[in-house]
Nanobody
Framework: QVQLVESGGGLVQAGGSLRLSCAAS????????MGWLRQAPGKEREFVAT????????YYADSVKGRFTISRDNAKNTVYLQMNDLKPEDAAVYYC???????????????WGQGTQVTVSS
């Protein structure tokens, strides 16, 4: 069992930056690939980024490539999402998730956090 708690969301102006954090409970964090997904009102949940267990490989949605960076600190049981040059279309509830393989599909994750709201003003 893994419990995930996101933090770091908030209101930011377009062009600004935010760093999201996701703290995981338990000793098995390092055995899970981690992902960030988001859901805007009236839209389906979409993949944002994922990272392998050892942090050596990362994958991004085309819409955030070059602006967002996913990273993890296994010693701190935490995964991060650095978001730069935010756009109004990035506004959503952001969720972190844990699964046995890095995946771009939401169904591939076994555990989810409660989400953190990101609002981007134009």
């Amino acid at each position: 069992q893994v419990q995930l708690v996101e933090s770091g969301g908030g209101l930011v102006q377009a062009g600004g930056s935010l760093r999201l954090s996701c703290a995981a409970s338990g000793r098995t964090f390092r055995t899970y690939a981690m992902g960030w997904l988001r859901q805007a009102p009236g839209k389906e949940r979409e993949f944002v980024a994922t990272i392998t267990q050892d942090g050596s490989l990362t994958y991004y949605a085309d819409s955030v490539k070059g602006r967002f960076t996913i990273s993890r600190d296994n010693a701190k049981n935490t995964v991060y999402l650095q978001m730069n040059d935010l756009k109004p279309e990035d506004a959503a509830v952001y969720y972190c998730a844990a699964g046995k393989v890095p995946t771009m599909g939401g169904r591939g994750y076994d555990y989810w956090g409660q989400g953190t709201q990101v609002t981007v003003s134009s």
